[in-house]
């Protein structure tokens, strides 16, 4: 059995995984969450976050950033103590249970195998503007053509999965290195085409905060702010394969979060400041940079649409910028795709080790690869590729079931210090009594933020994802004991919390409304501004201390734990 020593000088059991090979190293470990935050959000959410909230779009990212910070902190000191892949679908599982644990676990699964999706429709629609057959700019779809040539990307991500991590780490850096000089030589050359008067004080700019500050908050979410800064946690996933992860893991998650948040702020200010004001003048303000749902688009404003950054730089002269621009706009997407491709593998092989999905996707082949795994990432992202034809359409979805994942770290974090002080702790996030509660106060309020419509459907989500795990669970001799009197107890406050935010988000202020779900339920606008954040963190800190006050008790945290230990001969866990 795995263990460790603890700081008192007791002796802690720590979960290893099995047939995983330990061959990715710190640079690696750092590009793998970066090649997630540095995706197709970069491309995309300056103008969905200008177009929301103006030039106080710039705050929406620091919102973002300062919340994906304390969360990724978090996971910081998770990881590194307990480096097992798949972890965001884990530590909920030790910490509290089947039952809360197979919630968050399908928390986990959903956000990983969506996003390679979604990558996909970057690249058909970038891709477009050389093959026009791939993307349809009135309907913001994929046409068929492009359909189908995501179904041949999701085939080569998962294709060039089966390489092992050691090659797929240095595929990754590779890219890595253009998917970062890209983004950092468009600021620099940006920021020669400044223009301060489109940060408010011109009159075609619609002031600094034309929308108030419920446009920046909305932005935070609905612009695809949250979405783009997703990622840090990767390593995470990714655990199980990094060598000397308790060292390595919480540093290049750390490392990785922090290129990427001056990154993303620096291009919001670059993008406000290089657009030509006359387009602002054309468009009537930032909020009219969009093409109309109906009728014909401006080909200017059209062409910024179709590539935000690639557009601005062809609008503003730079042609040579634009093309660069375009050629990124393929290979940004799809080292994102390819990576979440990995960790949507790893986090089933996660689900797997929890008995929540069947054992057999915890099987390996002789490079490491949890083949069945992977192959179930790409069946759950041709799902996906379905009912969802534009990356926007994908993206609030998508943020609601990562933020409802993260929301369980906080909840294990402050349920380990109590469960498991003596254990070793590579990483120990300095006053966590403040940042745990916190942490989950910012998880809930940008799943509200989100809107009530992504709430509802996440909440169909979840019940599917119940009768999926059930279903699994059925046919497995040592499936955990989801039901009894411990786990039920320990999950007592899990209802409360999903129906509670489906309540609140309901009475409050966000919709998520767009033209594509015009019949869609939606808010009621009950609570009012401020008011309803108030709410959220009251309502989120009574689920916070309930959840922790009900923990598992040590020694069934333990019990969990020793299941995962590594040995074939594990009795089955009772909770």
């Not at 240095?170 to 940060?199: C, D, E, Q, R, Y």
């Amino acid at each position: 059995m795995a263990t460790e020593t603890g700081s008192a000088g007791a002796t802690v059991t720590s979960p290893t995984d099995v047939g995983l090979k330990r061959e990715m190293g710190f640079i690696g470990a750092v590009w793998a969450s970066e090649s997630s935050i540095i995706g197709s959000g970069w491309l995309f959410g300056a103008l969905y976050a200008a177009q929301a909230a103006g030039p106080a779009a710039i705050i929406a990212w620091v919102i973002g950033g300062v919340a994906v910070v304390i969360l990724a902190l978090i996971h910081a000191e998770l990881g590194a103590m307990y480096p097992v892949s798949g972890g965001t679908a884990r530590f909920p599982h030790f910490a509290f249970g089947s039952l809360a644990g197979m919630s968050f676990g399908f928390f986990s699964w959903l956000q990983a195998v969506t996003v390679a999706p979604i990558e996909c429709f970057a690249v058909m629609n970038y891709g477009s503007h050389w093959w026009p057959a791939l993307y349809n700019p009135t309907s913001k779809n994929v046409t068929t053509t492009g359909f189908i040539m995501c179904v041949v990307l999701m085939i080569l991500f998962t294709g060039l999965n089966f390489v092992g991590i050691k090659w797929l780490s240095n595929i990754n850096s590779g890219l890595m290195w253009w998917k970062i000089a890209i983004p950092v030589l468009t600021i620099v050359v940006l920021l020669f085409k400044f223009h301060s008067g489109n940060f408010g004080s011109s009159a075609n700019s619609g002031g600094f905060m034309p929308t108030g500050i419920k446009g920046v908050l909305s932005a935070v979410v609905g612009a695809g702010v949250v979405f783009s800064y997703l990622g840090f946690e990767q390593a995470d996933q990714l655990a199980g394969e990094i060598k000397n992860a308790q060292r390595n893991l919480p540093r290049a998650i750390i490392t990785a979060v922090a290129i990427g948040t001056a990154i993303y702020i620096l291009l919001q200010i670059v993008f406000i400041a290089a657009m030509d004001p006359s387009v602002l003048t054309l468009s009537h303000g930032w909020t009219g940079l969009a093409c109309p749902a109906t009728g014909t688009c401006n080909s200017t404003i059209s062409t910024i649409n179709s590539g935000p950054f690639a557009g601005l730089a062809g609008v503003v002269g730079l042609s040579w910028l634009a093309f660069v621009l375009r050629l990124d706009a393929i290979i940004s997407p799809f080292g994102t795709g390819l990576i979440y491709q990995t960790s949507g593998s790893r986090v089933s092989y996660g689900l797997g080790r929890n008995r929540y999905f069947p054992p057999i996707l915890t099987k390996t082949d002789s490079r490491g690869v949890p083949w069945t795994s992977l192959i179930l990432s790409f069946v759950g992202g041709l799902v996906f590729l379905l009912p969802f034809p534009s990356w926007h359409a994908l993206v609030g979805l998508v943020t609601g079931a990562s933020v409802l994942m993260y929301a369980g770290a906080p909840l294990s974090l402050a349920a380990f210090r109590r469960q498991v002080p003596e254990a070793v702790r590579p990483y120990r996030l300095a006053a966590a009594w403040v940042w745990a509660p916190l942490g989950f106060i910012i998880a809930n309020f940008i799943i509200y933020w989100s809107g009530f419509i992504v709430i509802w459907k996440l909440g169909i989500c979840i019940v599917i994802g119940y009768v999926i795990i059930g279903i699994c669970m059925m046919f497995d001799p040592q499936r955990p004991k989801v039901f009894s009197a411990q786990s039920l107890r320990s999950a007592s406050w899990l209802p409360v919390y999903l129906i509670g935010m489906g309540v609140i988000s309901w009475l409050g202020q966000y919709s998520g409304q767009s033209s594509s779900t015009p019949l869609a339920p939606t808010n009621t606008n009950t609570i009012g501004l401020w008011y309803d954040l108030l709410i959220i963190a009251a309502f989120s800190l009574a689920i916070y201390f309930w959840a922790v006050a009900v923990r598992l008790p040590r020694e069934g945290m333990l019990e969990l734990v020793g299941a995962q230990s590594g040995e074939e001969d594990v009795p089955p866990p009772t909770l």
